[in-house]
């Protein structure tokens, strides 16, 4: 992306917080940040660097009308890297129009949607392609074109997407880090004819019932998650091509609440033509409330990843162990330290973090992150970030 | 001698006996008066508020915090609410969906927008902290007659009003509460203050409700709780604002869907 193209864009991102109103019909709010990255072993690839600082802005325009039943939602978002020419881009997260019926409701638009009900990896989870450039974590995602019909029924909730386009996945840059500098997002490779103009399609039905909530959903079109193809480019380096597959997808997701504990479970099966495969990710969730005699919470988390594929493919989470333990003070300023930690029982290898923030005044949020990652086999996805462990400080300004 | 030490277990005999019963006539009175407290609140449909939480901490900082809560009566059931949080800026737009119910646990959810994610939060949950506050999420969910045991006290004058005085024994062992003291007014059978104790039963928490209006010339509405926390020495004061009853809200106002839309 062009240095001009994304110093404008992010000019129109920060005009945004200029014309912060509210009103009933109209509103803008959103946030920017800062953030540096601090790098403390010598990177693996010599195109790296030892810290990398950007700066990051998402506003959000709201629009309702017709007595709140027609609403209209844009949220651009973008961030410059030092460096990482990848991460240095802009997305739109939404631009849709959603309009509310009786027991329907339809949106339209580029939006942003989210299925299931684990913590650590999300299986089930499709319609959106991960922004992997943002975090590691996986937790930020593209915004998806989409016609959404949604039903409420007395059995349930069901929703019925037609998905237009295909996101590609992005991937840190040669100078981004954490990254894996030799996958090249220039020369993708699609199993579709149409490339990334397949229409794809999904279903899923939600519902409650006292304390269990159920999710089954079908998709059918492009994978999100892609394979990789070893290639060797023009001037002779060699390279991942990111490869995607058509794939149909059932999904399963079961949660319950007994006790003082939440039992969770995704359950995946990807039919495709190279290797059909399940998939699972589950765990327990257990609270404690008022800790050490005051407001604070705190959470443990134990969850196990499995996927029939094992090791023959590169993925992360095929035998995993996770556990995690999230404390809330529950203060004024809402401070929260989450501990979570991975490990791989094939490979050997582990994976920490560490986030913790707190809020100064009633705009401004500080996060401190930190990550480790262990691993000596090369077979492991992991193996790319072992000398990536890092600190993360990141300031927020909230309108 | 034999003759009086009869004597006197006959009269102990019958002081315990009419112990007996009047415990049995407070529980009854308990009950009775907490049961129409609860029908004379009954048949409000719906309602919309928006309301100001001021938390202050033992040296006397205060915080701000902004919502706006839907409600819903249910027949023969705990309520159902949607709370919206518009302050501070970084929980903006974060929303909460409970239905509470008289036997068993409630259930809820919190739609997190960064992440457009409903999450279910565990029902065990009631003892803990509503949003930093000093209420806790029992405190802030419906009266409802099936979830406490009851035992009348004695009449008292509170805020120039006369008030009888009852305990209320949670039912749930979730509660974080082994008993609250409640004071019904006489004239309009209205809660106007409360006192908790913990599990340890220690004094825990008072929370004293003023500034009563009546809505539709029927349901009086308090329009300013206070929450003094004893032991940690904070408190919380809940300001509503724009209190409206019977809005034309229905259970569709009520489900995922209208969660995720909620902001």
Redesign the interface.
Known sequence: MSKFFSSSTMFCLLVGHFFSVQANEFEVRGNIEVQGRFFYEDPAYTSQHDSQLSFAAAPEFFWSWNDDKDSFEFVPSGRVDQYDDERTHMDIRELSWVHVGDDWETRVGVRREFWGVTEFQHLVDIINQTDAVEDVDNEDKLGQPMINLSLVKDWGIVDLYVLPYFRERTFAGPEGRPGIPFVNTNNVLYESSNRENNVDWAVRWAHSIDDLDIGLSWFDGTARVPLFQPNVSPTGQAELLPFYQQISQLGIELQANLEDALWKLEMIRNTNNLKNYWALQGGVEYSQYGVFDSNADLGWLVEYAWDQRGTDIFTTFQNDLFFGTRLALNDVESTEVLFGFSYDFDFNSTSVLLESSRRFGDNFKVSLDARFFESDQLQDPLYFFRRDDHIQLTMQYYY | MKQINKGIAILAISLLASLAVNAGEAEDKGLRISKESKARDEGWTDSKAELEMI?K?QHG?T?IRKMRLKSMEQKNDGDKSLTVFD???????TSFLSFSHTV??D?QWLYLPA????K?I????????F??S?FSFEDLTSFEVEKYDYLYLRDETFDGEKCWVITQFPLDKNS?YKRRIVWIDQSEYRIRKTEFYDRKDTLLKTLVFTNFHQYLDKYWRSQRFEMVNH??GKSTILNYTGFEMKTGLNE?SF???ALK?A?
Do not use: I, T
């Not at chain 2, 565990?122 to 902290?129: F, P």
């Open positions: 938390l901490n900082q915080s302050s501070p800026k970084d929980v903006k737009g068993g646990n259930d992440l457009k994610r409903v279910r565990s029902s065990r949950n009631k003892s803990g902290s949003m930093g000093e974080g032991q940690s569709k489900n995922k869907n839309r902001r």
